[in-house]
Nanobody, 126 residues
Framework: QLQLVESGGGLVQPGGSLRLSCAAS????????IGWFRQAPGKEREGVSC????????HYANSVKGRFVVSRDNAKNTVYLQMNSLKPEDTATYYC???????????????????WGQGTQVTVSS
């Protein structure tokens, strides 16, 4: 059974950077599209970025385009989210999720993925 564990969250000042990691176990990650989602208090969970099984297709929310970069290393069973130029509005719990629907899940990047990690907190504040 696929299990996902996020890491790399923390407190960072505006303009700073963080790299989140999503480590998978129990199954080969290359069978899944992977998404990064976030949820701030009082708000709905939203798609941040998604990446296809092989990494050839990606999707970014408009709010993070040009600042965040998603990548994956299937040999290490790990997906990354590099977050640059962080803003206070990026503060949220970040989750990674996996789905076998492949390219469709990547393009739509909606929080209806099948398997989820527990989340990691990102706080952007001075």
């Amino acid at each position: 059974q696929l299990q996902l564990v996020e890491s790399g969250g923390g407190l960072v000042q505006p303009g700073g950077s963080l790299r989140l990691s999503c480590a998978a176990s129990g199954a080969a990650l290359d069978k899944y599209a992977i998404g990064w989602f976030r949820q701030a208090p009082g708000k709905e969970r939203e798609g941040v970025s998604c990446i296809s099984r092989g990494g050839g297709s990606t999707h970014y929310a408009n709010s993070v385009k040009g600042r965040f970069v998603v990548s994956r290393d299937n040999a290490k069973n790990t997906v990354y989210l590099q977050m640059n130029s962080l803003k206070p509005e990026d503060t949220a719990t970040y989750y990674c999720a996996a789905d076998e629907r492949g390219i469709r899940a990547t393009i739509e990047c909606q929080p209806d993925f099948a398997s989820w990690g527990q989340g990691t907190q990102v706080t952007v504040s001075s």
